[in-house]
C-alpha cells in the first residue's frame, strides 16, 4: 500500500514552496514512499511512559540582558540582498 | 621536512623555538593544496594571499612575545599560526560561505560564528572553506553543488559525509586540522573513511552560533585531525558557553589536554551489539574485535550489551532531523540573501523557482520528508512519535553508562564505497549512518579514531561513546588506544603519482 | 458588493432579536529596550533596515536568546489579567512563508503559554461583562512591507519593498474567550485592557503606530437558538472606533444575509474606515498548516513561585484597585473614581493632590480635574503630567476658594492663567488685584452708595419682591469688579435693607 499519494506530495511541494516537474514529482513521490515506509517501524515502538525529546540538554531559564547591541551597518544588512530598492529588499508582486 | 604532515601541537612546538615560521607551515600547505585540489577537491574556496598574509600576521605577533616564552600568560595559543580549514558551513565573515549550495553560491556572511571569532583571538590561519554534501546532509560528499570529494586514499572512492572536504584535506596533508559538523555522524563516519581522528562534542559543549543549521537539536560543530592531542587542543579552543547560543552549556571543563594519559587500567567497556551485527562488513567488526583485545590486554573490561532501541535510532533520526531541516531551510527564500531566479514575475513563483533551482536533490528530498511530518494530521504519528522513540534511545544509554565508563562500536558499516554507488538509492545511503546516529540522537560526545587498513588499503573506524560531558573519558580512551593501535598511516601515495 | 450595502438598509438585526458573540485577539508590542531575541535597539521610524542584526535578518547560522525583561513584561501583563502563570512554557515555531518573516517561520507560543485562564472586568455603565482571557502569549513581530506604486495596495502593486526594522519586536498576543456580546463591550474591553497595559509601564499602546493591535471573531445567531453561528473574523480594526464600527458592521451585514436566507461563510475581512464597511480578502489557496513544532533553537521557561512572586511585587496598584480605595477612601462618587483611575498620569496627578490637600477638599479636586481641567489639556492636547500647573498649585487655589479669598468666578481665570503660565495662584491673584474684598466695613460703605442710587428696587425688594435683591447685588460687583465677597454682600445687604426704612 501506498503511503504518500501524488497528490499529497504536490500538496507538501505548495507548503515547502518547492517546484517539480512532472518526472521530478513522480521519482520523488516514491522515494518519499521507501522512506516513509521504512520509518513507519517506529509505530512498533512502544513509548508508552516515554515523554518527546526536543532536546538532550537538561537547562531553562537561558536569557539575555535587555542591553542594546550595535545593530549592522546598513549597507551590510542590504550586501546580500539579490535585489533591493533603495533600502529595502525588493520583492516581485506578492499574490 | 613535510610540515604539512606534521601534528599541529609539534607545529606549535616548532614555531615557539622559531625554528620554523607560520609562512613556512602556510606555504607548505598551500603547495600541498595547489598539488592535489584537481585530484581531491576537497576545498570549495582557499586564497593564498590571504593564507600568507594571516601567516605573516601570526609570525609578526610571536616575534613580539617572543621575550616571554615561560610566562604562564596564556599568550602562547595552541592554535597561533597554525592553519585550520573550516567546513563551508561554518559563518566567516568577508569570506564566502555556500554550505555547498547552489542557493548560496555567492552569500558572504557579515559575521564570524563563534567558533571563528574563538579561534581568531588565537591569532590562527585560515587555509580555506571546504566542500561538504549541500547543507550536511548526506553521506558521501556527493551532494554537493561544487562537485564530490575523492578519498584521499582511492579517489575512486567517496570520502564519507556530509564532512567530506574536512576529513579528505586532513588525511590527503593539506592542513593539519580542521572543523567539520555532526549532525548524524558527519564527523565520524567521513573520518574513519578517510582514517582520520573525529569527534563529536557533547550537544551544547561547542557553540553552534554561525554553523548554518541542518537539525538544531542534532548538529554539533567537532574538530578533524591526524592525532587524538591535536583533537582535544581543537575543542579545547572552540568549545564553552556562548551568550549568542541559548543551547550552549555554562561551565565544563574547557582543557582537554589533561585528559590525554595513557592508562585504560580497569576501564569498563560495554560493545552495543546492535552495531557488531549483520549490516557491519566483516574485516570491520574484525578491526574492531581487534582494538578490543588490546584494550583488554591493557586491563580494561570488555563486555557484549545490549540497547534495544537502537533498531528505531535510524527512522527517528530521518524524521527529526528532515522535519527540523524543512523549518531551517525555509530562510531560504531569495529576498534578503544567496540565489534568486530573477524571471519570476511574482513573489509565489519566485519562491518556488528559486528554490527548485538553489537546492539539490537530497535537500529538497528531505526538505519534503521534513515538511510531510510536520503537516497537519501527521505530526502526532511520526515528529511526535519518533521524540518518544528518541527518549527510549537516551534511556538505553543512561542504563549502559550505568554499567559501562564507554562504548566502544565500529564508525561505519563499510570502507569508503565507489563514487556513484549508492547516490541513487536514498535508504541505502542513509544506512551509512547506522553506527553514528544514536549518539546525535542522545546528544552524546562520541570519537572514531583510525584502527587499522582493509584488505583493499581503505581504512577503518572505531568509535568511542561516553556519557554526557565526559569528554576526559573519551580523550583518555582513545589516547590509550591511539597508542596501542599505533595506525600511523598516511595516504602518501598520492604525492607519488 | 453594492447588493450587499444595499441589504443592510432593511437589515433587521436589533438588540432583542440575535445575539452577538465577539472574541478578540489584541496584539501588544512590548516597550522593551531591545528585540526579543537579538540586541538590536526597538525603533519606530527609523530609516529603513537600520535597526538590524544577523539574527533579525534570519542569517544563515544565527541563534535566538530571550529577552529577559520581555518574558517579566509578559508576566506582568498575564498577572494582571489574573491569569494563571505556567510554571513550565515552551517557544514553537509557527511555518508559513511571507516576505516580511525573515526566517519564514515565526517564533511563538502555542500548546505551552506564559498565561492562561484569566479574566478582564469590563465596566459598562450599569452593568460590569467579565470577559474570560484564554491565553497570553510570547512571539515575535513581522517586518513591514511597503507596496509599490501610488495607491500602496497589495494588489495593485507589482513590487513590494521589505523593512526589518520592526522584525523581531517583542510581541505578546492576548487572547479572549467568546464572552464579549456587543460592539460597544468589544471596544470597553479594549478601552480596559489598554489602560491596563498603560499602568504596567509595559508598551506605549500607540494604535495609530500599531504597537496595539486588535482582529476580532464575531458572530450572531438568533436569540436564544442553540449552537453557534458562523464566525468571521475581522482585521484593520485599528482604532478603538473602527473596532466598534466595524463589529457593527459585521453585526449587521449578517444579520441581513440570515434574513435574507443566505449563509454567513467562514472567512477573513478586511475593515475599510472609508467606507465603513468589512470586505472578504481574497481566500487563499488552502488553508494554512503551520506546521507547529518546539523551536530546537530554544530552550524551555520555567517559572517557579519566587519568580512570579518578585515580578508581582513590581506591579503598582492597578485601576479596579484605585476605583475602589477612590471610592471607600476617598469618599469619592463613582463615576469621579472611574475617571480619575481611567489613567495612570491622571491618577498619580490626583494622589499627589489627596496627598496635600484635606481630605474634604478631595471632591472639590475631582471636579477641578475633571472639568475645568481635563477640557483645557485636551484643548492644548497635551498630558496632565506634562501640565504646568503642580499639584500644590491647584491645592493652593482650592484653598483660596474655600477660605473665601477668591470668588469662584475669578477662580476659574485664575486656573486658566496657571494652566497657561505656571505661576502659581497667589502670584496670579496678587498682580491682578483679584483678592476678594471680605471687608465688611468696605463692604458696607459702597452698599449703602448703592441702596442709595437705586431708591425704586429697593422699594420693590420692601414691597415683597425679595427677588429685587439680585440686582442690587450685581450693582456691588460690579462696583468692586467682581471682587466681593458675594455670600458677605448678600449679609449686609440684607441687614441694611431691614434696617433702612
Redesign the interface.
Known amino acids: 500500500m501506498k503511503i ?1 499519494s501524488g497528490q ?2 504536490r ?10 516537474s512532472e518526472e521530478e514529482l513522480s521519482k ?1 513521490t516514491s ?2 514512499d ?3 515506509e ?6 512498533r ?1 512502544d ?1 508508552s511512559g ?8 537538561k ?14 551597518a ?1 549597507e ?8 533591493r ?11 | 621536512m613535510r610540515l604539512n604532515f606534521l601534528p599541529a601541537y609539534e607545529l606549535k612546538n616548532m614555531l615557539q623555538k622559531r625554528e620554523i615560521s607560520s609562512e613556512d607551515i602556510a606555504s607548505q600547505c598551500l603547495k600541498a593544496t595547489e598539488r592535489l585540489q584537481g585530484k581531491l577537491n576537497a576545498y570549495i574556496y582557499f586564497d593564498k594571499e590571504h593564507m600568507l598574509s594571516q601567516a605573516r600576521a601570526a609570525d609578526a605577533y610571536l616575534k613580539e612575545i617572543c621575550g616571554s616564552f615561560n610566562k604562564k600568560d596564556g599568550k602562547y595559543f595552541d592554535f597561533t599560526g597554525i592553519p585550520v580549514a573550516v567546513k563551508d558551513n561554518i559563518c566567516t565573515k568577508d569570506i564566502k560561505t555556500t554550505c555547498a549550495s547552489k542557493i548560496l553560491s ?3 556572511p ?1 559575521y564570524d560564528a563563534t567558533v571563528i571569532q574563538r579561534l581568531k583571538s588565537q591569532k590562527y590561519v585560515l587555509s580555506g572553506k571546504l566542500n561538504m554534501d549541500e547543507f550536511a546532509m548526506g553521506s558521501s560528499n556527493e551532494n554537493s553543488a561544487f562537485g564530490p570529494v575523492k578519498n584521499p586514499w582511492d579517489t575512486e572512492r567517496v570520502p564519507g559525509g556530509s564532512s567530506g572536504g574536512p576529513a579528505a584535506a586532513v588525511a590527503a596533508g593539506l592542513v593539519p586540522c580542521s572543523l567539520g559538523s555532526d549532525t548524524g555522524g558527519s564527523i565520524r563516519q567521513p573520518a574513519s573513511l578517510c582514517g582520520v581522528v573525529g569527534l563529536k562534542p557533547t ?2 559543549l561547542v557553540s553552534r552560533y554561525g554553523l548554518v543549521a541542518f537539525a538544531s ?1 542534532l548538529d554539533q560543530i567537532g574538530p578533524i585531525t591526524r592525532n587524538v592531542t591535536d583533537s582535544a587542543n581543537l575543542l579545547s579552543a572552540i568549545c564553552g558557553w556562548d ?1 549568542y547560543d ?2 550552549s ?2 561551565g565544563g571543563l574547557h582543557d582537554y589536554c589533561q585528559f590525554l594519559y595513557d592508562n585504560i587500567k580497569g576501564l569498563k567497556i560495554g560493545v552495543p551489539q546492535e552495531l557488531m551485527s549483520g549490516g557491519v562488513d566483516a574485516a570491520i567488526k574484525e578491526s574492531v574485535n581487534g582494538v578490543l583485545k588490546l584494550a583488554e590486554s591493557m586491563g580494561a573490561v570488555v563486555e557484549m550489551t545490549s540497547l534495544p ?1 537502537f ?2 535510532a ?3 533520526y ?2 527529526i532531523a528532515p522535519s527540523e531541516a ?1 523549518s531551517n531551510l ?1 530562510r531560504f ?8 531566479n ?1 524571471d ?10 528559486t ?2 533551482e538553489g ?1 539539490g536533490p537530497e535537500v ?2 528531505r ?3 521534513g ?2 511530518c510536520l ?1 497537519s494530521g501527521y505530526y502526532d ?2 515528529y ?9 534511545i ?2 538505553d544509554f543512561k542504563k549502559a553508562f550505568g554499567k559501562y565508563d564507554v562504548l566502544i562500536s565500529p564508525s561505519s558499516p563499510t570502507t569508503a564505497f565507489k563514487i556513484g554507488e549508492k547516490s541513487d538509492d ?2 541505502s545511503m ?1 544506512m551509512s549512518d547506522i553506527c553514528t546516529i544514536p549518539v546525535n ?4 560526545p562520541a570519537i572514531s579514531i583510525p584502527s587499522g587498513l582493509s584488505e583493499n588499503n581503505l581504512p577503518i573506524g572505531v568509535q568511542i561513546i561516553a556519557d ?1 560531558l565526559r569528554e576526559d573519558l573519551i580523550f583518555k580512551t582513545a589516547y590509550s588506544l591511539e597508542k596501542a593501535i599505533n595506525f600511523n598511516k598516511l595516504p602518501v601515495h598520492l604525492y607519488e603519482q | 458588493m453594492s447588493s450587499e450595502k444595499n441589504n443592510l438598509k432593511n437589515s433587521s438585526y436589533t438588540d432583542s432579536s440575535y445575539e452577538t458573540i465577539i472574541g478578540l485577539e489584541t496584539h501588544v508590542e512590548l516597550a ?3 528585540k526579543m531575541f ?4 526597538l525603533s519606530f521610524g527609523a ?8 539574527v533579525c ?1 534570519g542569517m544563515p547560522g544565527t541563534l535566538p ?7 517579566e513584561f509578559a508576566v506582568k501583563i498575564a498577572i494582571a489579567l489574573h491569569c494563571k502563570i505556567n510554571s513550565y512554557s ?1 517557544f514553537h515555531r509557527k511555518n508559513y ?1 511571507y ?1 516580511d518573516m525573515p526566517k519564514n517561520y515565526q517564533i511563538s507560543q502555542y500548546d505551552y503559554p506564559l498565561g492562561s485562564s484569566g479574566y478582564l472586568d469590563v465596566n459598562m455603565g450599569d452593568y460590569t461583562r467579565r470577559i474570560g482571557i484564554t491565553r497570553v502569549h510570547m512571539e515575535e513581530d513581522t517586518g513591514k ?4 506604486g501610488s495607491s500602496g495596495r ?1 494588489s495593485e ?8 526594522n520592526r522584525a523581531g519586536t517583542p510581541l505578546i498576543e492576548i487572547v479572549t474567550e467568546p464572552d464579549i456580546k456587543s460592539p460597544a463591550e468589544a471596544k470597553e474591553y479594549l478601552v480596559a485592557l489598554r489602560t491596563l497595559l498603560l499602568y504596567l509601564d509595559v508598551s506605549d499602546c500607540s494604535m495609530e503606530q500599531g504597537s496595539l493591535r486588535c482582529d476580532a471573531n464575531i458572530s450572531i445567531k438568533k436569540a436564544g437558538s442553540q449552537g453557534m453561528g458562523v464566525k468571521t473574523e475581522i482585521k484593520n480594526l485599528n482604532s478603538f472606533r473602527f473596532l466598534q464600527r466595524g463589529l457593527e458592521y459585521e453585526e449587521q451585514r449578517q444579520a441581513a444575509l440570515i434574513e435574507n436566507g443566505e449563509k454567513v461563510m467562514q472567512q477573513t475581512r478586511h475593515y475599510d474606515h472609508i467606507t465603513d464597511s468589512t470586505k472578504a480578502l481574497r481566500s487563499k ?2 488553508a494554512h ?1 503551520y ?1 507547529y513544532f ?1 523551536d ?1 533553537d ?5 517559572m517557579d513561585d519566587d519568580m512570579v512572586e518578585g515580578i508581582k511585587s513590581s506591579i503598582p496598584e492597578l485601576p479596579s484597585a484605585k476605583i475602589e480605595r477612590y471610592k471607600s477612601g476617598f469618599g469619592l462618587p463613582e463615576a469621579d473614581s472611574r475617571f480619575l483611575a481611567s489613567d495612570k498620569n491622571t491618577a498619580a496627578y490626583f494622589e499627589s493632590c489627596a496627598a496635600l490637600c484635606k481630605k474634604d477638599r478631595l471632591k472639590s479636586v475631582s471636579n477641578w480635574i475633571i472639568g475645568d481641567f481635563t477640557a483645557l489639556l485636551n484643548k492644548a492636547s497635551i498630558s496632565i503630567s506634562s501640565a504646568k500647573i503642580k499639584p500644590s498649585g491647584l491645592c493652593s487655589l482650592i484653598d483660596m476658594i474655600e477660605s473665601g479669598k477668591i470668588s469662584i468666578r475669578s477662580a476659574k481665570s485664575v486656573f486658566e492663567e496657571m494652566f497657561n503660565s505656571g505661576k502659581e495662584p497667589q502670584e496670579i491673584v496678587k498682580g491682578k488685584d483679584m483678592e476678594q474684598i471680605s471687608d465688611g466695613s468696605v463692604l458696607e460703605k459702597i452698599i449703602d452708595d448703592v441702596i442709595n442710587k437705586n431708591p425704586s428696587v429697593v422699594e420693590q425688594y420692601k414691597s415683597g419682591k425679595e427677588k429685587a435683591i439680585g440686582f442690587l447685588i450685581g450693582q456691588v460687583m460690579a462696583a468692586t469688579k467682581g471682587k466681593a465677597n458675594p455670600a458677605l454682600v448678600n449679609e449686609i445687604l440684607i441687614k441694611r435693607l431691614k434696617l433702612n426704612p
Do not use: W
Open positions: 504518500i499529497e506530495v500538496h507538501i511541494a505548495k507548503l515547502a514552496e518547492l517546484d517539480f520523488i522515494q518519499l521507501d522512506i516513509l521504512h520509518v513507519a517501524i517506529i509505530t515502538a513509548t516515554a515523554e518527546p525529546t526536543s532536546h538532550t540538554l537547562i531553562s531559564n537561558v536569557f539575555r540582558e535587555d542591553k542594546v547591541r550595535q545593530s549592522l546598513k551590510d544588512a542590504l550586501k546580500n540582498a539579490p535585489e530598492c533603495g533600502d529595502g529588499f525588493l520583492v516581485p508582486k506578492i499574490d | 555567492d552569500y558572504v557579515v550537544y551544547g537539536s551568550e541559548s543551547t552549556i555554562n532501541s533498531e528505531y535510524l527512522s527517528v530521518y524524521i524543512s525555509s527564500d531569495g529576498v534578503r540573501y544567496g540565489y534568486r530573477r519570476a514575475t511574482s513573489l509565489r513563483s519566485m519562491y518556488r523557482s528554490r527548485a537546492f529538497k528530498r526538505i519534503m520528508i515538511t510531510y503537516s504519528a511520526y511526535e512519535k519518533a521524540q518518544r522513540v528518541r527518549t527510549l537516551i534511556n536514498p535508504l542513509y540522537l542522545a546528544g552524546l554526557t | 522593551t529596550n531591545t537579538c540586541g538590536c535597539a530609516e529603513p533596515n537600520s535597526k538590524t542584526c544577523p535578518l536568546v530571550i529577552n529577559k525583561r520581555a518574558v515552551i512563508f516576505p512591507l511597503i507596496h509599490t497589495i502593486s507589482d513590487s513590494s519593498i521589505v523593512d526589518f489557496e488552502e498548516d506546521r518546539p530546537p530554544l530552550v524551555p521557561v520555567f
